[in-house]
């Protein structure tokens, strides 16, 4: 395969476009909203019962999105050394790909009568789109030389605000206006909505799939490749232990994703039910105006990490988001705080999450198991969401507030910052 084909590239990217509808209407905008509206009782409560247990709503969210995340745990580094040996890491990401979709489409049955059932597709929505990730991020070293890396990643998610935005508009318009379908309430329009995100998750993927090449070192898998996916696996785990820099980088990464992947889960649910006065239909324009000012954002620090350096610019973004947090937790109360936080958050969004892609991949050592070395940068980033999600039902489960679950997030970001300054400084990172 020929590196740094803007064919190649373009089409990798064009995944970002693909799947980036399911944080944004699934996690981020409809799903939350609907999610607090149809499990909140007649009575004003918030709590639900699963398994003759009961939880509040937002808390039973968090468990299950922990839960999804320690699938993908277990199951990524298994998965991405059997990738790696019989080279089909594209199969791999088809595979994710559709489970993700479909799952997303079937929450259109979602049935607060059946909760149980019902957050199973929550689950594998969830685990369809953070496995996919895996094997999409491992090609990004195989397309592209290191130098290329920051520009590309900032292009993807770029990508991933426009296109999951204007699909966001298209199903807000209708669902303002009901009555152009012939609906009573935007209830069955939301619902419509989870369908068209499994329709254009699966319809622009065949982009990438058409042109993203299959088993680029042409590998071929004999026999046993269980067996050898694992021995694959334990090579990358040793190079891991021997390389200072990498392991003091996904330390970093690993405390700092904390924060950041729980705001992206939870911001939407918070301001739900700590912003009085914030409609429903106001917070999902908040939530739009992240995704526009991220495209901005992923484009700014990557020019930033060209003139200051990666581990500059990923420190500036973590320093930001330290005060983000703190401001919140003290003088967000209003929507129109919110709405100035929220542009805030939308810069050092896309800022930090494609530094941190490209970052890790500018740090790997030659190798043709990328797959299995961003399944531990995948781990890393799920283990670090299963923590913070956690950290945040459990805090407010405890407390009855989710504002005090901010501290947690203050806490990781501090802790995150220090261990950033910690790692091994070289020339391409730094200059």
């Known amino acids: ?19 980036s509808v399911y944080p944004l209407v699934i996690t981020s905008a409809l799903f939350p909203v609907f999610y607090e509206n149809i499990t909140r009782g007649s009575d004003g409560s918030d709590l639900v019962e699963v398994f003759s247990r009961s939880f509040r709503n937002s808390e039973l969210y968090s468990y299950v999105v922990s839960i999804s995340f ?34 997303s ?28 990730l895996v094997f999409y991020n491992a090609f990004l070293p195989e397309i592209a030389d290191p130098e290329h890396h920051d520009k590309i990643s900032a292009r993807g998610f770029s990508l ?29 329009l939301t619902r419509w909505s989870f369908v068209l995100v ?18 680029v070192y042409r590998r071929k898998a004999n026999k046993d490749v269980i067996f050898n996916g694992f021995k694959e696996l334990k090579s990358v785990w040793l190079q891991l232990k021997e390389t200072k820099r990498l392991r003091a980088y996904l330390l970093s990464f690993f405390v700092f994703s904390m924060g950041v992947q729980t705001v992206m889960l939870m911001a939407v649910l918070f301001a739900k039910k700590e912003i009085p006065g914030l409609e429903s239909k106001n917070l999902i324009i908040s939530v739009l105006l992240i995704q526009f000012v991220g495209i901005l954002g992923a484009s700014s620090f990557a020019r930033l990490s060209k003139g200051f350096g990666n581990l500059k ?5 973590l320093f930001i988001w330290i005060g983000i947090c703190v401001g919140t937790y003290f003088f967000v109360h209003t929507p129109v705080d919110f709405y100035i936080v929220a542009g805030v958050v939308g810069l050092v969004m896309g800022g930090i999450q494609a ?37 945040f039902g459990f805090i407010e489960g405890l407390t009855g507030s989710m504002r005090n679950s901010i501290l947690a997030l203050i806490v990781f970001f ?9 790692i091994p400084k070289t020339k391409v990172l730094d200059s």
Request: charged share 15%; glycine share 8%.
């Open 1 to 19: 395969m020929e590196k740094n084909n803007p064919r190649i590239i373009r089409a990798w990217t064009f995944y970002d476009w693909a799947n």
């Open 70 to 103: 320690m699938i993908v745990v277990v199951l990524s580094p298994i998965l991405s050394g059997i990738a790696d040996y019989s080279g089909n890491k594209k199969r791999f990401l088809q595979f994710f790909c559709y489970l993700g979709a479909f799952a």
């Open 105 to 132: 489409a079937s929450l259109f049955f979602f049935d607060p009568e059946h909760l149980g059932l019902s957050m199973v597709s929550v689950l594998l929505a969830s685990l369809g789109y953070w496995g996919s």
């Open 160 to 188: 991933g605000y426009l296109g999951s935005a204007l699909l966001l508009i298209f199903c807000l318009v209708f669902i303002m206006n009901p009555h152009w379908l012939g609906y009573e309430n935007a209830g069955m």
């Open 198 to 215: 499994g329709v254009w998750w699966i319809g622009f993927a065949q982009i990438t799939y058409r042109r993203l090449p299959n088993n």
């Open 313 to 317: 610019a990923l420190g500036l973004a």
């Open 355 to 391: 530094l941190a892609r490209s970052t890790y991949s500018k740090m790997l050592p030659e190798t043709k198991d990328h797959a299995s070395f961003f399944s531990f940068f995948d781990i890393t980033e799920k283990l670090a969401i299963v923590i913070g999600t956690a950290s």
């Open 414 to 422: 501090i802790l995150g910052f220090v261990l950033l300054l910690r």
